[in-house]
């Protein structure tokens, strides 16, 4: 690992108000790196709310940008190399982009023009089916095309960065098979100090969301087709007649859809929507039982770390990331993707047998941010001297 200090760029086209899994990754690592003696510039595209945050930060450049219409929580950058004049002063020893799109490209070029190595993170499994139908506006042949071509632009992309990081090792498995051979597992890193078990009795919070019930079962994250939300609303209704409260954190696109669901599946008493929540998050997730996550969408599913740092098991749906995470018996249960019964009865085994789930936040220190900086300076470190023997030899 480089001992030496780095001058970092990330790009990303997505930042705070927006909250996601990528906006918590970003922030975790320049908080450590920063704390390390790195420095890290971030530029971004953003709102008018993105740059009243940056100008409380270090280092945050917002370029010009436009909402996107299907989801406003985003934006999407527009001729972000008026903003080049700000960063290429600021020459940086490595560029790291978090996002294949707009500030990716704009990224990748920057670290071609400065002659720096460009890595990579593939955050998003944005080749999911229902992820384009909901995201793409409505042009049957723009998404069959999008469809069609996705993997392509993928490997299009990649194949301009020195290195691709998959954050899971089901996710690096899956690239290698489309033919993307420069990828390296670094997980995206957890704040293990600020999500951490809280010792006590049950806490105002719990005592209120519980209502005339016994147990909580947690949802955390967007809202929206692709988290196969309406599996969590089936498996609530086959435990209607158990004194279990289902409580779902997050906004997104599909709010209003997956309220309606709930609605007509008569969960009005059962099922819990409190929006977005991002200061008092752990309070949330030391008020639940457990986190239930049917998503079959993670790459690595921050929200499952996050959860088992503050002692809480994971009922999961058994693909991808969470595949590899969760550990039956040990810290959570994992059930057949879609499959709202054996998602509700492995929330009942969960529930029903809550203390012999044990290694829930030995499970998270892998994913300590602490831990992951150190991996992923180890790659920085490697990727910046192959890059200074290539140009050394060339001169030779």
Request: hydrophobic share 35%; with cysteine.
């Amino acid at each position: 690992m480089s001992k030496k200090s780095m001058k970092i760029s990330f790009y990303t086209d997505t930042y705070l108000p927006a909250v996601d899994g990528v906006v918590s990754s970003i922030r975790e690592f320049k908080r450590e790196l920063e704390s390390r003696g790195h420095t890290v510039f971030l530029i971004t595209s953003g709102n008018s709310e993105t740059r009243r945050i940056a100008s409380k930060g270090k280092n945050i450049i917002v370029t010009p940008s436009i909402r996107f219409r299907k989801y406003p929580q985003y934006n999407l950058s527009v001729l972000p190399f008026i903003d080049i004049a700000k960063v290429r002063v600021r020459s940086s020893d490595i560029v790291h982009v978090h996002t294949p799109f707009v500030m990716g490209i704009y990224g990748i070029i920057s670290g071609r023009i400065r002659n720096v190595p460009v890595v990579w993170t593939f955050h998003t499994m944005f080749t999911n089916k229902d992820a384009i139908n909901q995201y793409v506006p409505g042009n049957e042949k723009l998404r069959k095309l999008i469809k069609k071509h996705s993997w392509s632009y993928i490997k299009f992309i990649a194949n301009r960065c020195d290195a691709v990081i998959a954050p899971s090792d089901a996710v690096k498995h899956m690239l290698n098979k489309r033919g993307i051979k420069n990828t390296v597992v670094v997980p995206n890193g957890v704040n293990t100090n600020r999500f951490r078990r809280e010792k006590g009795g049950a806490s105002p919070l719990r005592k209120r969301l519980l209502g005339a019930d016994k147990a909580i079962v947690l949802y955390v994250g967007r809202l929206s087709k692709e988290k196969n939300l309406e599996t969590l609303l089936k498996a609530a209704k086959l435990l209607e007649n158990r004194p279990i409260r289902f409580v779902i954190v997050g906004d997104g696109p599909y709010a209003e859809t997956i309220k309606n669901k709930a609605s007509r599946l008569g969960l009005g008493g059962k099922v819990t929507f409190v929006g977005k929540i991002t200061k008092d998050l752990p309070k949330y997730y030391n008020a639940a039982d457990l986190l239930c996550l049917p998503s079959t969408f993670e790459t690595q599913g921050i929200v499952c770390i996050e959860a088992m740092s503050c002692g809480k098991p994971v009922v999961g749906a058994d693909y991808l990331a969470l595949k590899e995470v969760i550990r039956n018996g040990k810290n959570g249960e994992k059930f057949r993707p879609k499959d709202a019964k054996d998602c509700a009865r492995k929330i009942e085994k969960v529930i029903n047998n809550i203390r012999l789930y044990k290694e829930c936040e030995s499970t998270a220190e892998r994913y300590s941010i602490s831990v992951v900086t150190d991996q992923l300076l180890s790659l920085y470190g490697d990727l910046i001297r192959s890059k200074s023997e290539k140009q050394t030899g060339k001169r030779g």
